[in-house]
């Protein structure tokens, strides 16, 4: 099963109200200015997105309301990170109900895990699902990963798992790609980072934060026709912020979403612990990132 995906698919954030729960009118501004900066994709439920903050009732609606505004004007990509191979084949196919064309499956929560028990793992899953689907190998934050050796026998045995969602150096990703003989589709995230050279390197795509991915989309548009220093251009407007938020998950999104927030012009009330806590100095790095990106 060939990959028909490529591109910038951004992970929505999930934006909460000053209750705690799920904010409604933030996500729709966040998916529509999206769409209309011509993203290539969006994805949803990812780290970026809080999915193991969400409860399963949480994750239905965020992915309700996605679906909903996204209405098939792009390709939808969903994370899928249920505890067990029973939970994750029916949120996939409620996924697919829903419109997604492609999923992401995080590895279970389980310590110690070895790369046998997990290639059986996803590839119990996989058969379950009809569209194409990902593997989100990122150890340093989910604490378990796969070789590329057992990418690719993964593929072998099971053909529609065709993509790796990874979080990857552009050197390291290159060598995904060429020891997996280039049978896996890789999109990168790192929030972004090195997202010119992860394209050089062969990456298919890269799911970034929601807050810059207007000047990645340039950046990626202009690698595609071989235009590499217009990329280079558009990948330096964002990356004083993406480098600001790259270090942890909590730190991406406690900061991410408010850069994007200060954005789309809405105003965030809540955030959903655990978190980063905001500081003086890190709000006045946001607000003259978003200054300097301007709105959406």
């Not at 072998?156 to 896996?184: M, Q, W, Y």
């Amino acid at each position: 099963m060939a990959p028909p995906f490529s591109g910038i698919y951004p992970m929505v954030y999930a934006f909460f109200d000053e209750g705690g729960s799920l904010a409604r009118e933030p996500v729709l501004a966040l998916v529509e200015a999206m769409v209309r900066h011509r993203v290539h994709g969006v994805a949803v439920l990812g780290l970026a997105s809080e999915v193991n903050k969400l409860s399963l009732e949480e994750r239905h609606q965020l992915l309700d309301w996605v679906a909903e505004f996204v209405a098939g004007r792009v390709p939808l990509c969903v994370t899928v990170a249920e505890s067990s191979v029973r939970e994750q084949v029916a949120f996939g196919r409620t996924a697919i109900e829903r419109g997604a064309q492609w999923l992401i499956l995080q590895p279970p929560p389980v310590k110690g895990i070895d790369e046998g028990e997990l290639i059986r793992f996803f590839g119990a899953v996989a058969d379950k699902l009809d569209v194409p689907v990902a593997i989100q190998n990122a150890p340093q934050y989910l604490g378990v990963g796969l070789s590329n050796r057992a990418l690719k026998e993964l593929n072998a045995l099971h053909p529609n798992v065709v993509i790796v969602k990874t979080e990857a150096t552009a050197v390291a990703v290159e060598r995904l790609i060429s020891e997996t003989d280039g049978r896996l589709a890789v999109f990168n995230g790192r929030g972004g980072l090195e997202t010119v050279d992860a394209l050089r390197a062969g990456c298919a795509g890269l799911i970034p934060g929601g807050e810059s991915f207007d000047r990645l989309v340039r950046a990626y548009e202009e690698m595609r026709i071989g235009h590499e220093s217009e990329a280079e251009v558009a990948y330096g407007e964002a990356l004083p912020v993406i480098a600001f938020l790259e270090d942890t998950v909590d730190h991406l999104v406690a900061y991410g979403k408010l850069v994007a927030a200060h954005r789309l012009g809405v105003a965030v009330m809540g955030h959903r612990l655990p978190t980063t806590e905001t500081t003086s100095f890190g709000m006045a790095a946001v607000e003259r990132f978003a200054r300097q990106l301007g709105p959406l």
